[in-house]
């Protein structure tokens, strides 16, 4: 059986990165989404870079994702309407991933809220 840390990681993995490779690249949208898109994806691949020592270390898993969620509040800095409001909602799901020691698997609904947030981005580059 995969441990709970370990699935909560995969989860984040596949939920953001295969929802934001696409998620501005289509023919005739603005090249600010493609930015976005490129951007956010190397943020959220140093995300689940920063994951591996969670099994081990759970707070490691709490500083990976505020370091995501800072680095997503400059980028939605750097925009305004729908787009910056997409991103400061993923910048606020990442900071809210917590991992309770006693109960690592209810960590996976702030996990699972973050495909929301990538549907949004997504939504905005449309």
Partial sequence: MTPPRRRIAIAV????????????????????????????????????????????????????????????????????????SALNDLSSGLDGIKIDAKDPTSSMESVQKLQGFVTKIQSACS
Avoid: H, R
């Fill in 13 to 84: 993995a596949a939920l953001s990165l295969a929802g934001l490779t696409t998620a501005c690249g289509a023919i005739g949208n603005a090249v600010d989404c493609n930015q976005v898109g490129t951007e956010v994806t190397k943020i959220m691949t140093e995300f689940n870079g920063g994951l591996s020592s969670a099994a081990t270390d759970p707070k490691s898993f709490e500083k990976a994702g505020d370091e995501a969620a800072a680095k997503v509040k400059t980028l939605a800095g750097k925009y305004d309407g729908d787009l910056a």
